[in-house]
């Protein structure tokens, strides 16, 4: 049996690798602390603008952008698992009962075994920390100290990781304007227009829209949804799932207001401390995502190795301890990271089931990120959208590509149905929005 430290992290890092969507795509690893703490770094996005200066002034300070930086208690992350005598006289699966092997023949085996259990063990935890901070902002974190109390949920001591933003609330969870499940094709497209719209006053271009599989349903069996990505002569994105090498779906793409998202369809579950098995990501879940939104940094372990505390400076540490009074060897694997997001209000999520209430609005809580977003949010979502009562007068795309300021432009989107524009977009901005809408409303000859 391998028992030396350093053989055992040269080990698991040989291992064949376990690919974690969310982590690897969103948060991927980071700096490793050669401390008890980790560091994280935020940056807090604005969008200033610099001043005209008359021609003797050498210039004019710009307040900096918010930047922030934390020295986290890493929580530990310590599974183990125990061989006994008895399992070393137990042959392996699919070995011959005649095979003739001893019980120490098969302790290397066993420790492999328990190995690759443990460190997938381990990535599902830092997989479940990810997720967790895309849908409410923060990582729960009960630290327990037996593995009863663990499985009953009691007598545990609570820590948090809390990333939110200015106003002490999460701020990125969008209200749909209306029963999402109820929408027409051209309604639920807006709603895309809107989230998307939000990011980009933010300042972040998310890439990526990823939704659990009732909301992917939902979707791609809405023939007026498919009918609108699937125009011949329309480059409006590319409907065609795939199935990537890790179990998710990428769905194609489609262009919102001028941006390409990748749709992925993301279901996996796992088993929890209590035995049940439970999603990563809830049910009716969408969340606008941006690849590299985040990281993952990780604090040294440290640990008793003979009559001394050594420390190990690794993402995953595996540990291998004998005792000759239980007859038994343990293997146990420790890992302290802390994933974080780069920008606290860098993503939006939503969730199909929630109600919509009258004027819900994003950053309503308090949670959203400075410069009256969260009015801007409000204005977005008061409306549902929905063409105007009546027959309205079209324009044609050489009516509409003529008009050069925003106001008419606004004013004639109000007027067949597409509402929540502002005077924030850019003329060439609001100009799509309202050719793209017309046409999914209306149809393509609406617009000859």
Known sequence: MVRNTVTLVNTIKKMQPVITFFKDRYFPDGRVYSSEKALIEIMEKGKKIAP???????????????????????????????ITAKDLEKKAFGESPESGRAPADRENEIEAELLVDLRDATYRRHELMCTEIVTTGKVEIKQYASAEDAATGENFVPAQLTYFGKGGAFGNRYSFSGDFSRMSASEKIQEFYKMARILRKRGVRATDIVMTSDVSMLLFSDEEFLEFYNKRDAKTGDINAVETPDGVVHNGTINVNGTVFHLFTYDEAYE?????????????????????????????????????????????????????????????????????????????????????????????????????????????????????????????EDEINAMSTKAPLIAYARSIGLTGLTDASSVAELKSAVLDYQESAYGPESLD
Do not use: C
């Open 272 to 396: 929890d401390l209590d035995g049940k098995e439970k999603e990563f990501l809830p049910e009716g879940t969408i969340a606008f995502l941006k690849p590299g939104m985040g990281t993952t940094v990780y604090a040294q372990v440290t640990f008793v190795k003979g009559e001394a505390f050594q420390s190990y400076a690794e993402k995953i540490v595996p540990r291998v301890v004998a005792s000759e009074k239980n007859n038994t060897v343990e293997v146990q694997l420790y890992s302290r990271p802390v994933p974080y997001p780069l920008d606290v209000d860098g993503w939006l999520v939503a969730n199909i089931y929630d109600q919509a209430e009258s004027g819900a609005s994003l950053g309503r809580s308090g949670g959203g990120s400075a410069g009256g977003e969260g009015d801007a949010g409000a204005a977005a979502h008061s409306d549902a959208g929905s063409p105007a009562d009546g027959d309205p007068v079209l324009k044609t």
């Open 52 to 82: 005209f200066v008359v021609p003797v002034v050498d210039g004019i300070p710009v307040v900096r952008d918010g930047y922030r930086t934390d020295m986290i208690d890493a929580p530990y992350i310590i599974p183990k698992g125990a």
